[in-house]
Structures are given as C-alpha cells and as structure tokens.
C-alpha cells in the first residue's frame, strides 16, 4: 500500500527535483542530462572481485545523481524510475555495441535484477533495482532492442547490510547467498545477452556473485547456445572505476 500512495502523490503533488532542488520539477533539465547517458562508460572496481562479468555505468555516482538514486531508493521517490531506468537502458545499449559479437549486440535481451532482502523491499515499499529494470525494459522496447525483465535471482541466505562494509567483508557477506528460481531457464530463454542490473556499483561484490549463480545456474548456454553473453550494467558507479578506452592515434 505505501509504494501505490508514494507513487501516486508524487505524480500528483508540487514537488522538488531530487538532484538539485529546483522548484516544481520532477527532475530538472540538468539534473536529467546527468542521466543522459552521455558520460557511459566501461567500469572495473579496484581490485575486481573474481568472475565480475563486463559492468557499463551510465553515469559517474556523485552529486545530483547520486542524489536521484537515494530519493528513489531510500525515501520512495518511485517516480523517478522512469529517468533512472532511461540510464540504465543507456548502459545496456552501450554494452551491446561493445564488440560482444553477434549475438551480444543483436537479439533478446533480458535484464536479471540483483535481489533486495525481503526486510529491505518492506522497509522502503519498493525493490529499487526491479523497478528500475522495469523502466530500461521499456525505454529499450521503444528503441527497438527486444527486451524484458526476468527476475530469475533470489537470497538464499540472510546477508548482512552492505553499507559500511570494506570490499573483503562484502566479498564475505554475499558469497554462495544467490541462487537461481527454479524458472529461471524459463525465464531467460532465447535471450542473447543476459544482463545482470542495479542501480549502483561499488566493489562489484554483489554482481560478482549474482554472475557466479546464473553461470552456476547454466544459464548463459541454455539461454541461446554458445552466442549468448552474460553482461552487467548500472546507473552510476564512482569515478575512480571508470576504465576509459584509450584510442590509438593515427598515422
């Protein structure tokens, strides 16, 4: 009942741009030209965690973005998955004109959501990382790229909050706890590039794991045979993971 009521007044109700503060605006211009996309990049923490998968951020996790994703995630701002999952669909975009190879830049794409505790999805009325896959599936079916949202992972085992935590205790506190549904081959058939989302990387510990139990899982080579690819992407990431491409000058 809290996320429908939450929804609802924010579409309803004045409100303030969550980035800046600009007065009556959802999300203002500048504050939604953060999420445009434009500053998308190959991302790798330092150190990676074994088996991270290749992870594109769509922006850099600072000011008003950063903003943007704590408005949606922790006080209910649900409207604001609609510019959240634009970016996200951003990410994936990128990703599929990376060099993945035929099947990793063309055919279905389907978007594993990294889990939230069931504590977690009750205490802030929402999963952020589903409703914003949610909102790329959409933006990614507008644009042509068939896409949906197969939310095949679940915990398996309690796993302590993240915030606070150094890279080795999240390494720690999530290994072995994700696991795959048991529809999840159903879910994720025919698609040529599965790719696990979220709204934020840090040490790629979660992701880590989430690529560890699709993979465990067999789900990359049932999906659509020796084609398919396992990607990750995510809204904002901090700018030190960055990895910028450099180009060879000419000659």
């Not at 995630?73 to 998955?81: D, Q, S, T, Y």
């Not at 802030?124 to 079916?141: F, N, Q, T």
Request: aromatic share 2%.
């Amino acid at each position: 009942m809290r996320g429908w009521w939450q929804e609802l007044a924010g579409l309803v109700l004045p409100v303030d741009c969550a980035g800046c503060g600009a007065v009556r605006v959802l999300v203002c211009a500048e504050c939604r030209d953060a999420l445009s996309g434009a500053g998308e990049g190959p991302v790798r923490p330092s150190p990676p965690p074994a088996g991270l998968p290749v992870v594109r951020a769509a922006a850099v996790y600072e000011g008003a973005v950063r903003s943007l994703l704590l408005a949606h995630k922790e006080r209910g701002a649900l409207p604001l998955a609609g510019v959240l999952g634009a970016a996200l669909a951003a990410a994936v975009l990128a990703g599929g004109r990376g060099g993945a190879g035929a099947a990793g830049a063309a055919g279905d794409v389907a978007l594993v959501p990294v889990p939230s505790a069931r504590r977690q999805v009750r205490a802030r009325g929402h999963d952020p990382a589903r409703r914003i896959a949610l909102a790329a599936a959409g933006r990614l079916r507008r644009a042509g790229v068939p896409a949906r949202v197969a939310p095949v992972l679940g915990l398996r085992r309690a796993v302590a909050d993240q915030a606070g935590l150094g890279a080795r205790q999240r390494r720690e506190n999530v290994a072995g706890a994700l696991a795959v549904r048991r529809d999840g081959r159903r879910l994720t058939a025919g698609a040529a590039r599965i790719v696990l989302v979220d709204d934020l990387i840090t040490t790629g510990a979660t992701l880590a794991e989430a690529a560890r139990a699709v993979r465990a899982a067999g789900l990359v080579a049932a999906a659509a045979g020796p084609g398919a690819v396992l990607r990750a992407a995510v809204v904002a990431a901090p700018a030190d993971s960055f990895r910028r491409i450099e180009r060879a000058p000419r000659l």
